[in-house]
């Protein structure tokens, strides 16, 4: 994610009321300046199982960089 607490609420709840229960959400802000991350750590608490939240000090690695860094 990346300043997106215009949408990111939506893109959440769009997943959650989904039939299919077995999904694990992988996230990792990039370094937003809104409150995108304070939105992913109220979810994250709600649901602790299906939220994995990367945290690390990585600081805005751009798009490409941000998803090969969730997959690894």
């Known amino acids: 994610t990346y300043n997106g607490e215009k949408y990111i609420k939506n ?26 991350k304070e939105i992913l ?6 649901l602790k199982e299906k939220i994995i939240l990367i945290e690390d000090d990585l600081g805005n690695l751009g798009v490409n960089n941000n998803i090969f860094s969730i997959l690894q």
């Open 11 to 36: 893109q959440i709840n769009s997943i959650i009321k989904q039939q299919y229960t077995k999904w694990i959400l992988y996230v990792r802000d990039d370094g937003s300046v809104d409150s995108t």
């Open 41 to 46: 750590v109220q979810y994250k608490t709600k």
